[in-house]
């Protein structure tokens, strides 16, 4: 019992500072967004508004993975055996999205804009702490055995509406801006490639 | 003609579902093959019985 005890105790610290990474990772991306950094402009370099930003910043991937960790993650720092029907959808979509997040940034979206300070900093915590942490912990913590097919299924739902809110956003977006095609510009560097990440 | 790139978003749009369910699926069997992890009841912590 004594082992068990401890290995709670570490359970918990470990999804406290996954908690922490997603969350601190997912608000400072954001107030840097705000701020202009890192973001797709038109052809004359100008901002967009900040609502569009907002619409924006929500729409990427990795925003909504790492929500979706750092949301599922908080339950397990009290409670290392947290459990139920909701939670269990949104912790497969959280594993599977941050997996994609991490594989996808780490091997076809890395050099695509080239970061530094903060911007450099938060995009660690978002595509590579988060993303590690998260499968690690699993890994190692669990909680297991938490999915079922009938989880799997339902876990089908965000992505199929990611991709239809993508479908959506995209052709509004690309009707009244640049962003969306080859060869785009940002307010930190040039990207070559169409990114929703 | 496809000047918007709409090809390019449904493509990639399927690319990413397609993957997502695979590694949905992976996490699936990944979940009843590894050890279970031990559940906590009224008296506090036990070791989990195997899947």
């Known amino acids: ?37 890192g973001v797709v402009t038109g052809a004359g370099g100008q901002l967009p508004g900040h609502l569009t930003l907002l619409v924006r910043f929500f729409s990427y991937f990795t925003t909504e993975a790492n929500i979706l960790v750092a949301v599922t993650s908080a339950p397990l720092v009290l409670r290392p055996g947290h459990d139920g029907p909701v939670w269990r959808v949104l912790r497969l979509n959280a594993l599977f ?27 660690t915590l978002v595509h590579y702490l988060s993303p590690l942490l998260a499968v690690v912990g699993w890994l ?28 959506a956003h995209g052709a509004v977006a690309t009707r009244s801006s640049t962003w969306t095609g080859s060869g785009m510009s940002t307010s930190s560097g040039t990207a070559s490639s169409s990114t929703w990440c | 003609v496809d000047r918007l790139g709409y090809v390019d978003v449904i493509r990639n749009g399927l690319i990413l579902n397609l993957v997502l369910i695979g590694v949905g699926a992976l996490y699936l069997y990944l979940d009843h093959r590894l050890p279970a992890t031990p559940r906590e009841t009224g008296a506090g912590l036990e070791a989990a019985a195997g899947p």
Do not use: C, D, K
């Open chain 1, 1 to 37: 019992v004594t082992a068990l005890t401890s290995l709670r105790r570490v359970s918990s610290l470990w999804y406290l500072i996954l908690f922490a990474v997603s969350a601190t990772g997912v608000i400072w991306q954001l107030v840097l967004f705000l701020q202009g950094v």
């Open chain 1, 140 to 167: 190692i913590f669990g909680p297991r055995p938490r999915i079922t097919e009938n989880t799997l299924m339902l876990s089908l739902i965000w992505p199929v509406l990611y991709v239809a809110w993508t479908f």
């Open chain 1, 97 to 123: 999205g941050i997996t994609v997040t991490g594989v996808v940034y780490s091997t076809l979206l890395r050099g695509i804009v080239e970061l530094h300070g903060a911007a450099a900093f938060t995009n």
